[in-house]
């Protein structure tokens, strides 16, 4: 496999005069000797710009078996610029655009009514569309007031809701809460300030998670309006009220008792208790006192003999939410597609990163049709990035399905159109499909022993090795230098000391790039190291700033690439890369 890539390399350390050779690009290989005609073919080096994607190959390649190394040589000088170099492959890279598709027809839930991709080659195929709500009846969870064996209590219902009539699902309702910074006025109408901590917030915040992870809602925390979240006066709420009548009490905003000491307000303590019951208020539940529920009087305690840890909320709860917010998203988005070669599948959702943010938490679930029709589940996914899906797999020649369905919905059966239910979340999505076939014999890089090159090193033989890299205006840096001249960073008079050198470059305009070299010491031997002179970072016992700086910040929009036979010694220091203080940007960096 590639162990290292020196684009461009430098010569020359430590003796007054750097040299640098604009056309070439070194790599280096472990100790697993290559094939010396699949090592020098110059179809395996592929150096792609990626400002125009245009391909070029070295003129010529010398592989050097006893340093593992190849030296590739281009016809001219390698210009300004960012480029990606792909090493191990004849295959080139398909810059073409995605194919998008567009699906006319929603109704693809089952295997026979599939939206048919045909057959897979070598394109990206997108597709834009949503999992929207589905014109099928769906039955009253349980849990209303009228259902049988339910108690009839006077003073308390725990829900509404009424009836077993089916309905259609409607689109999955979205739920805002704020903290405002006023909430009404007081008996003698002074202003009410919102006393509510930043621990309460982040109660607020997990309450309403788990609410939503619950049911069929979407929550989201908005600056201003939605259902108020408030610590201070419940006579806000109720003026008749004594004000220390009540930990809580909602109607139209939920006001836990500011008068109470709520200490740190944990998890699971009395504010989140008291919270947890008043924003139940909130999405439509009443009270339970004669269960064992957190919108009774025993909090997360579900009762038994034996203490246990506390439940939030309990299953009572559950199905009391669950019957007034009812997870019903159960659109099924089936794709149908063939290979007729063995190669690397995948596909993407973006759905929580597109640029107006769609609320779906996708699912990816892939099927094999296998012989004499029978299909199979070869492949789920769930929440890869963010709450985005990803299906990354090596794939036999077949005919296969693909489905596209919300969190909750993935007890579906496919042989029968429109049998999703449960999902949780809906909106719209952008799915990317993209199919490689494995390469042909004689079309990869192998070794001595004919065995492929681990390009990507995933431990098994085949794949390409990628690598990025800029040319452009140079910074060099020479520990060793014995130029007599000014330091100006040139390859002739380079700068000693590191931050000398990204001192200029984040000031010198178009110069973004800073280079430091390695020097051999007193023999003028890189591999020597006991005599290389080392770069010195940080600070010293006495606490003063060391020869190359008492840090190594690297500025915004600069690159450092740093040389063979470097030595960096760092006391009471590190390398820091990109931003950590909002008022120093050091984006871009790398």
């Known amino acids: 496999k590639v162990v290292a890539v020196v684009p461009q390399p430098v010569s020359g350390g430590g003796t007054g005069s750097l040299t640098q050779a604009l056309n070439q690009i070194d790599v280096y290989f472990n100790d697993d000797p290559l094939d010396e005609t699949s090592a020098e073919n110059v179809l395996f080096y592929q150096l792609i710009d990626t400002s125009t994607n245009a391909i070029a190959n070295p003129l010529t390649v010398s592989y ?69 709500p589905q014109a099928i009846a769906q039955p009253q969870l349980p849990g209303g007031n009228d259902e049988p064996g339910h108690r009839e209590i006077t003073i308390e219902q725990h829900i509404g809701a009424t009836g077993t009539t089916p309905s259609a699902p409607g689109a999955i309702p979205t739920i805002t809460f704020s903290f405002p910074e006023t909430y009404g006025t007081d008996l003698f109408g002074n202003i009410l300030y919102n006393e509510i901590t930043e621990n309460q917030k982040q109660r607020t915040r997990e309450i309403f998670e788990i609410y939503s992870y619950l049911t069929g809602i979407e929550v989201q925390e908005a600056a201003s309006g939605g259902t108020g979240i408030v610590t201070g006066d419940i006579r806000a709420v109720d003026r008749f009220i004594p004000p220390l009548a009540a930990g809580g009490i909602a109607g139209g905003i939920a006001v836990m008792n500011g008068a109470l000491d709520w200490g740190d307000s944990p998890y699971g303590g009395g504010w989140f208790v008291t919270a947890f019951h008043e924003i139940g208020h909130t999405l439509g539940l009443g009270h339970s006192y ?6 009774g009087s025993s909090g997360g305690d579900v009762g038994g003999t034996t203490p246990g840890e506390p439940i939030f909320p309990s299953n009572f709860d559950i199905t009391h939410i669950n019957r007034i917010h009812p997870a019903l998203s159960n659109d099924i988005d089936l794709h149908k597609f063939e290979l007729t070669a063995s190669g690397r599948f995948t596909a993407e959702v973006t759905a929580d990163r597109l640029p107006t943010k769609s609320f779906l938490d996708s699912v990816l679930t892939l099927y094999r049709e296998a012989p004499g029709g029978v299909r199979e589940i070869i492949a789920r996914n769930d929440d890869y990035f963010g709450e985005d899906a990803f299906l990354d797999l090596n794939l036999e020649a077949g005919t296969y399905y693909l489905a596209i369905t919300s969190v909750g919905n993935t007890e579906f059966d496919p042989t029968v159109s429109d049998s999703g239910y449960g999902g949780r979340t809906d909106g719209n999505y952008t799915l990317d499909i993209n199919f490689t076939p494995d390469p042909l014999t004689n079309t990869f890089m192998v070794d001595a022993t004919g065995v492929a090159l681990d390009g990507d090193a995933d431990g098994t033989p085949g794949g390409v090795f990628d690598f990025w890299f800029q040319s452009g205006e140079t910074i060099f840096v020479d520990k060793a230098t014995q130029s007599a001249g000014p330091a100006d960073g040139s390859l002739t008079n380079p700068y000693a000391n590191i931050d000398d050198a990204l001192a200029a470059a984040a000031t010198s305009g178009t110069t973004k790039i800073v280079r430091i070299v390695g020097n051999g010491g007193t ?47 760092l006391q009471k220091a590190n390398i820091d890369v990109g931003s950590n203080d909002i008022l120093v940007d050091r984006s871009q960096g790398a």
Not at 83 to 94: F, Q
Not at 108 to 116: K, R
Not at 540 to 556: R, V
Request: net charge negative; proline share 3%.
């Open 64 to 132: 050097d078996v006893a340093q593992n190394k190849a030296v590739l040589t281009f016809a001219a000088d390698i210009a300004d610029g960012t480029y990606h170099l792909r090493i191990g492959e004849l295959d080139k890279p398909d810059f073409a655009t995605s194919s998008v598709v567009s699906v006319a027809d929603d109704d693809n839930s089952s295997f026979d009514t599939a939206f048919d991709l045909g057959i897979l080659t070598t394109q990206t195929i997108q597709i834009n569309e949503a999992i929207t």
């Open 523 to 569: 023999d003028n031997d890189i591999s020597t190291v006991g005599d290389n002179e080392a770069y010195l970072i940080g600070l010293s016992d006495s606490f003063q700033p060391l020869e190359d700086g008492g840090t190594f910040e690297i500025p915004q929009n600069v690159t450092v690439m740093v040389d063979e036979g470097v030595i960096i010694k």
């Open 290 to 295: 004669d269960l064992p529920s957190v919108m």
